[in-house]
């Protein structure tokens, strides 16, 4: 039995039952462990909320229910304890998830594969009368806002003089997802003018799609363009857009662990742009000689160029596994080696900070690293973009075993003035710092292609041409 992606479990309401929450729960608790147990906007949540308790009390574990809040949110509140946040963060409203934490941390995959298991084998029944958990009421999210603020300001104004977003005009489009309970108000109390747009939670996610892209934001862009911010009269004299203008606009999925930046234009930046600028913060600010950032094969390697500038070493880790990551460099390091950041693509977990991905932090963060750069194209000027595709190719499932292993040796022969690495896929890259990925798809039949290069389509061609070998080969 297979229940785990690479975010929890996570599928539609037909099979994300009550029926299952209760066996997760039942099979993930042990007598005398506490529970911290969100969920998000979802109309399906509080049945499952529910049926979560019901699981992990009948197993012996008390259990305190957080009330809707960002995941983030309550990745926090399970430090020291477990958690359980019930959500299917950027898909659509018929869907619905679960996702498991430790001390602040995602489960691991071994941690997976036992609970995976105790349901397979049907081996969990409640515990004895006599110890059932007990269930309770907490408050945390006005003491998660408190942390994300203290942190920002501790980083970006150590000396207390100004907030660190004094006067920065800032849009967020909250997807009516669980950020609106957050991130304005913590941009808010950072000295930022907020406006928040979408921003009443809603599980129908009646504005947008809850997955934000350039596709689903075109309206979030026509905002910023417009340029309705507050008044002159309002702004700062050291604010660097100009009257009636953004500084930045910021948007969030439905469980506000994703987070896209655009400009005052309303472009969408690139999310290995922001994770490049973000890497090369913390990788300077650190204080060890050999600081490190874990991201996955799919960044691109403008991270590594802008890390390696800033004096770091990137390491990569498989898609959804960031944790594993961490875990993996700081088993391997001494003591003049830290993890200082860790991110794929939208989302980042600010180590110094806790070991949970988290949108909030994230929005804060890079609105202070706006603020001290002025505006965000002298913020993304240091970073090298080239061109970059992703491109899905047909390969039945049964067979993406064969093209994966016939690739690991073929692709390299095509290219061979790359260096190889094959321990997610086969990542090529090349002198001029351009790369190509291929991995296969864990949800559709496909092999997926990841390309960033100067001459991006004569390299997705050329790879795409050396895919299709394989999968005619194999079928």
Not at 83 to 95: E, L
Not at 160 to 187: F, K, S
Request: contains cysteine; glycine residues 8%.
């Amino acid at each position: 039995m297979t229940l785990f992606g690479t975010a929890g479990i996570r599928g539609p309401v037909e099979e994300i039952t009550p029926s299952l929450a209760l066996s997760v729960g039942q099979a993930a608790a042990e007598p005398g462990e506490t529970f911290v147990l969100g969920r998000d906007g979802r109309e399906t949540g509080p049945a499952l909320v529910a049926a979560m308790e019901a699981g992990l009390e009948s197993a012996g574990a008390d259990v305190y229910r957080i009330g809707q809040v960002p995941t983030p949110a309550l990745a926090y509140a399970s430090q020291g304890r477990r958690g359980v946040m019930i959500t299917a963060s950027h898909n659509p409203p018929a869907d619905n998830g679960i996702k498991l934490f430790d001390d602040g941390q995602e489960i691991d995959r071994d941690a997976e594969k036992a609970i995976e298991e105790r349901i397979a084998d049907e081996a969990d029944s409640p515990t004895a009368w006599d110890r059932w958990g007990r269930s309770g009421r907490l408050e945390l999210l006005d003491e998660y806002r408190d942390a994300v603020e203290s942190y920002v300001r501790e980083r970006f104004a150590p000396h207390g003089d100004r907030t660190p977003l004094d006067g920065l005009e800032v849009a967020v489009d909250c997807g009516n997802g669980v950020g609106a309970l957050a991130t304005p108000q913590v941009l808010e109390r950072l000295g930022a003018n907020v406006v928040a747009l979408n921003a009443s939670v809603d599980g129908h996610f009646p504005a947008r799609e809850s997955k934000p892209t350039p596709e689903t934001l075109t309206d979030f862009s026509d905002f910023l363009a417009a340029g309705e911010a507050s008044p002159a009269s309002e702004r700062s004299s050291d604010t660097a857009a100009g009257a009636g203008s953004f500084d930045l606009g910021l948007a969030h999925d439905g469980d506000a662990d994703r987070l896209v930046v655009l400009g005052p234009d309303g472009e969408v930046i690139h999310e290995d742009t922001i994770l490049a600028v973000v890497a090369e913060h913390y990788t300077a600010a650190s204080d060890v000689d050999d600081p490190v950032v874990v991201t996955t094969p799919n960044a691109s390697a403008r991270i590594d160029e802008r890390v390696r500038e800033a004096g770091g070493r990137v390491e990569r880790v498989r898609l959804g596994a960031l944790h594993e990551g961490i875990a993996r460099e700081r088993r391997q390091g001494d003591d003049d080696t830290a993890v200082v950041f860790a991110a794929e693509p939208w989302k980042h977990i600010h180590t110094a900070f806790g070991g949970w991905i988290d949108g909030v932090a994230s929005a804060a963060a890079v609105a202070a690293l706006v603020a001290q750069a002025g505006d965000t194209e002298t913020l993304r000027a240091p970073v090298t973009e080239r061109p970059y595709r992703k491109v899905s190719v047909d390969c039945p499932d049964r067979h993406k075993s064969t093209v994966m292993a016939t690739l690991e040796t073929s692709l390299p022969d095509a290219f061979p003035d790359a260096t190889v690495d094959t321990d997610y896929g086969v990542r090529l890259e090349f002198p001029d710092a351009s790369w190509l990925l291929v991995r296969p798809s864990g949800t559709e039949p496909y092999v997926r292609l990841y390309a960033e290069s100067e001459s991006v389509d004569e390299l997705v061609a050329n790879a795409r041409d050396v895919i299709e070998a394989a999968v005619a080969d194999a079928s």
